[in-house]
């Protein structure tokens, strides 16, 4: 017997149009005049997308920091063969022509030369996630403040195509009042195994989702963040220490931020993204990060961007680019240390609650959980 739905206040869905995508701003741009010297402090594994993003977008790298002079010299001869090489920071930080300093430290290194960096009046970018307690990050957020200089952290995901162009959807207002934000990753990160991000235990929640955190952060922007429930396990057929099973979920003033992560996926691999609230719902899909579909619905229609760019080239293009042109408009970057004292907030907050099984109240943690 057919069943009536009306019974249940169904209503017939339609089909709604195909539009034209609106032309949001999500790529990195420039300043319009402002190209100051760079110096990088680090040259290990990560440098490499550093320098290839800034060469490619034109700006001068003209020195080079690392205590193991030989990896230093490899940087400068693969991106900046006229850069300077050495070993002591001061060095760098005592140059008058070198204005904004790329610190790609780990972070147990960092505070020490973001300091000095401060203290020399030269611009920062530091990597993510930028302290290990809110109480050092506050106070370096201050110091930038005093020294009259800018501190941005390397949040290079907000400027992935697809997260740049959604955050750019969710600040016009295209999405209105965010309900939901949904995260589904299935990856794999066995590419950790035997190196030294193998002997981090929350290495998908900490070293990896705190981009997801930091994302969360801007999409619940000037919403009271309550609480966070995390867990995480070890997946049946991973061969890393780290588990490789986490999720989290994050309540917030009438919003909530979903998560869930495997990183044993060999085959199959997707990554989705659902944002949901009042005026219309950005959902993201693909294989990976770095190939993405978005679709943005609201009452005008559906609207598909064609999108260019990936996270790794877009993303280390962004937080530079925000950082120079803040600097230039005399106003604090997007990707600010004071911003992003929220991410830290709900990443040690999430690490917490796996730790212990339990919710965690957001800011009550201050330091790194072990």
Not at 36 to 64: C, M, N, Q
Not at 232 to 252: E, G, H, M, N, Y
Not at 263 to 287: M, Y
Not at 307 to 318: C, H, M, R, V
Request: aromatic share 8%; glycine share 8%.
């Amino acid at each position: 017997m057919p069943v009536d739905h009306s019974d249940y206040g169904l209503s017939k869905q339609v089909a709604s149009a195909r539009i034209p995508a609106p032309d949001l701003p999500y790529l990195p741009r420039l300043p319009r005049q402002y190209r100051p010297k760079l110096g990088l402090v680090g040259a290990g594994g990560v440098s490499e997308y550093h320098l290839r993003a800034y060469r490619k977008l034109g700006l001068e790298v003209a020195g080079i920091c690392d205590l193991d002079l030989e990896r230093a010299r490899k940087r400068r001869d693969q991106f900046y063969p006229n850069a300077v090489v050495c070993g002591d920071f001061g060095e760098l930080a005592r140059r008058e022509d070198i204005e904004v300093i790329d610190v790609a430290l780990h972070p147990e290194y960092r505070i020490a030369v973001i300091e000095e960096a401060l203290a020399a009046g030269k611009h920062v970018l530091t990597q993510k996630p930028f302290a290990l307690d809110l109480d050092a990050a506050e106070r370096l957020a201050d110091l930038a403040d005093k020294h009259q200089v800018r501190l941005a952290v390397n949040q290079n995901g907000r400027w992935a195509p697809h997260f740049a162009y959604a955050l750019s959807a969710f600040r016009a207002g295209l999405l209105g009042e965010i309900a939901s934000v949904d995260f589904n990753l299935s990856f794999d990160h066995s590419w950790t195994i035997g190196t030294p991000f193998e002997n981090i235990h929350h290495l998908v929640l900490y070293d990896f989702g705190v981009h997801w955190f930091d994302l969360a952060s801007c999409f619940l922007h000037q919403r009271e963040l309550r609480t966070v429930y995390a867990s995480t396990t070890r997946a049946c057929c991973q061969k890393a220490r780290p588990p490789f099973l986490a999720s989290a979920v994050i309540d917030a003033d009438g919003a909530q931020v979903r998560m869930a992560f495997n990183a044993t996926v060999t085959f199959g691999q997707a990554d989705r993204t659902i944002i949901a609230g009042s005026r219309g719902t950005l959902e993201s899909t693909g294989p990976s990060l770095s190939e993405q579909r978005v679709v943005l619905t609201t009452a005008a229609g559906v609207a598909v961007p064609d999108l260019s760019g990936t996270w790794f080239e877009n993303g280390f293009q962004g937080t530079l680019c925000e950082l120079l042109c803040a600097v230039e408009e005399k106003r604090e970057p997007q990707n600010s240390a004071r911003n992003n004292l929220s991410t830290l907030a709900l990443c040690f907050a999430a690490l917490s609650s796996a730790n212990t099984g339990q919710p965690v109240r957001v800011g009550s943690v201050r330091k790194l959980p072990d």
